[in-house]
C-alpha cells in the first residue's frame, strides 16, 4: 500500500487528536466501496457515519475521521479526532492541495461537467499522473473528498464543481485554488433555486473566486449569459471557445457517425482536426473546450487531440450498447442518456438519436423520464421538447412521469408513444415497444429513475458495449 497520509500529516492538516499508530493509502465515505488501508470519513447525512465505523474498521480501514469514539468501537481503535467531521475532511483536501505541484483544473457548467473532467482524465493521463473524482463527485462533501484523496506526486487535477443552489461553487473553488477554471456552459437547470438563467450564470462564474492569479478561465462563447459571465472574470485570462466569431477555438464543423465525431477547428487561428470517440456536437464543444484547458495547463495539444479519438462516454451519459435480441443477428441498439436531464441536454441526447443509423427498417425511439428541478415553468419546458429542432428526427416518443405528460400532450400524433405513470411501468413494457434494428435513447433526470429502463432493455438479449 501506498501511503497518502501519515498519521502525523494528517493531524498537522486538521488540528485533530491522533489514537494509535496509523497511516492510510486512500479516504472512503462510504463502507461498501472501502478498499484495504483506506481513512473511513464518518460524515453525516441520511444516516450518521459514525454508526458504520465499526463496520469499517473491520473491513480493513486504516483508520477513521470522526468526532467522537462510537460506543462500539475499541478505545484503541484508529481514530482521528476532530470537532467537525466535515471540516477535517476540507482541511485534508486543502492541505493536499497545498502540498502538490499538481496544475488543477475545475470544471462547472450546467450541462457535460462529467464528461468534460473525463476527457481531460483520459487527454491527460498520457502526458502525466492525472487525479480526478471517480464519479460526479462535485458538491461540498465530493469536493474536499477529491482532494483529499489527491497523491503529492500528482502532475494534473480535474475537480469537477457543481451546485443545487446559490453560493455553492464559490468556497469550493477556493478550496481547489485552480490555475484553471472551465465554464462548460450555462442553461436553464435548478430553477427551483434561481430566479433567472442570468442568476445561474453568476452563480457558474463563482468558480473564478478560486483562480490563481496567472489562472486562465476557459468559456462557452456562445451562450448568452457570456457578458455576465465576462463581467465576474477578475484579472483571470479569458480563452472562449464555440461557434461564435469571437471564440478563441473555433469550432467550424463536425461530422458525428455512431463510432464518434469528427471535428474541424481552429486554435487561436490555427486550423486543427481530431475526433472524440463518441457522436454529438455537444460532445465535440467539450472537445474545444478540453483543448484549452490542457494548453492552459501547460500540457500538450496534440496529445491531447490524439487520446479523444479512443474516449468513451461515461455511464449514463450516453454510453452505447448493442441488444442481440434473437440468434439470427438481429439486435437493436441503446443509447443511455439515464444519468440526469434539463432542456439543453436533452436537445443534445435528441440529436445524437437522430443523427444514429437503425438498421433494416428500424426507428429512432425516444424514452423520456420528467426532468427535475425547473421550477414554475417545468411543463412548459417540457412540452417545449416537441418543437426543438432535433425532435423532428424522432420516430416515435414514449413518456414517463407527471411532467412528461406535458410533452405527451405536445407531441404530434405520429410521434406521440405510451405515457406511462413512472419509470417502472415503462421498463416494463419495452418489449413490446422495440424491434430488431430500432434504435432506443433513454434520458430523464436521476430522481425519475429511468435507469430501470435502460436495464429492462439490455436485458431483453445479450448486451455489449459499442
Not at 469514539?69 to 479526532?81: F, G, K, N, Q
Request: with cysteine; hydrophobic share 45%; proline share 4%.
Amino acid at each position: 500500500m501506498s501511503i497518502l497520509w501519515t498519521k502525523e500529516d494528517a493531524v498537522a492538516a486538521t488540528g485533530g487528536e491522533a489514537i494509535g499508530d496509523w497511516s492510510v493509502g486512500g479516504v472512503s465515505i462510504d463502507t461498501r466501496e472501502l478498499e484495504q488501508g483506506d481513512l473511513f470519513v464518518a460524515l453525516k447525512d441520511v444516516r450518521d457515519g459514525h454508526d458504520f465505523v465499526a463496520a469499517a474498521l473491520k473491513a480493513g480501514a486504516g483508520a477513521a475521521l470522526v468526532s467522537r469514539r462510537p460506543e462500539d468501537v475499541a478505545d484503541d481503535a484508529p481514530l482521528l479526532v476532530v470537532p467537525d467531521v466535515l471540516k477535517g475532511l476540507e482541511a485534508l483536501g486543502m492541505a493536499a492541495r497545498a502540498r502538490t505541484a499538481a496544475k488543477v483544473i475545475g470544471v462547472t457548467g450546467s450541462v457535460g461537467k462529467t464528461g468534460t473532467k473525463e476527457m481531460l482524465r483520459a487527454a491527460l493521463q498520457v502526458q502525466g499522473k492525472v487525479h480526478a473524482a471517480v464519479r460526479s463527485f462535485n458538491n461540498h462533501w465530493g469536493v474536499p473528498l477529491t482532494l483529499a484523496r489527491m497523491p503529492k506526486d500528482t502532475d494534473f487535477a480535474v475537480i469537477e464543481i457543481g451546485m443545487n443552489h446559490p453560493g455553492e461553487i464559490g468556497p469550493l473553488a477556493r478550496m481547489a485554488q485552480l490555475d484553471v477554471a472551465v465554464i462548460t456552459t450555462v442553461a436553464a437547470v435548478h430553477m427551483e433555486a434561481f430566479d433567472s438563467v442570468d442568476q445561474i450564470a453568476e452563480e457558474k462564474a463563482a468558480i473564478f473566486e478560486g483562480l490563481s492569479e496567472n489562472g486562465v478561465a476557459i468559456v462557452n462563447a456562445d451562450i448568452p449569459t457570456l457578458p455576465v459571465i465576462q463581467k465576474r472574470r477578475n484579472s483571470a485570462k479569458m480563452v472562449l471557445f464555440g461557434e461564435s466569431d469571437v471564440a478563441d477555438i473555433h469550432l467550424s464543423s463536425v461530422r458525428s457517425t455512431d463510432a464518434g465525431s469528427a471535428v474541424e477547428a481552429s486554435l487561436h487561428g490555427a486550423p486543427i482536426l481530431f475526433k472524440v470517440g463518441a457522436p454529438g456536437q455537444h460532445l465535440a464543444m467539450n472537445g474545444l473546450a478540453v483543448l484549452g484547458a490542457i494548453e492552459a495547463a501547460g500540457g500538450d495539444v496534440a496529445q491531447g487531440m490524439l487520446a479523444l479519438a479512443s474516449w468513451q462516454a461515461p455511464s449514463g451519459r450516453g454510453q452505447r450498447f448493442t441488444v442481440q435480441i434473437g440468434e439470427t443477428g438481429e439486435a437493436l441498439e441503446l443509447i443511455d442518456e439515464s444519468y440526469n436531464a434539463n432542456p439543453t441536454s436533452m436537445e443534445a441526447a435528441l440529436s445524437v438519436l437522430t443523427n444514429a443509423s437503425p438498421q433494416k427498417g428500424g426507428r429512432r425511439v425516444a424514452f423520456l423520464g420528467d426532468m427535475l428541478e425547473l421550477g414554475p415553468e417545468e411543463l412548459a419546458f417540457h412540452a417545449g421538447l416537441a418543437s426543438c429542432g432535433p425532435m423532428g428526427g424522432v420516430d416515435k416518443v414514449h413518456t414517463s412521469g407527471p411532467r412528461m405528460a406535458a410533452l405527451h400532450d405536445a407531441l404530434s400524433d405520429h410521434q406521440r408513444g405510451q405515457h406511462f405513470d413512472d419509470a417502472a411501468q415503462m421498463a416494463a413494457s419495452v418489449n413490446r415497444l422495440l424491434d430488431s434494428g430500432d434504435v432506443a435513447m433513454v434520458k430523464g433526470s436521476l430522481g425519475s429513475k429511468v435507469g430501470q429502463v435502460v436495464t429492462a432493455i439490455k436485458s431483453m438479449g445479450q448486451t455489449s458495449e459499442k
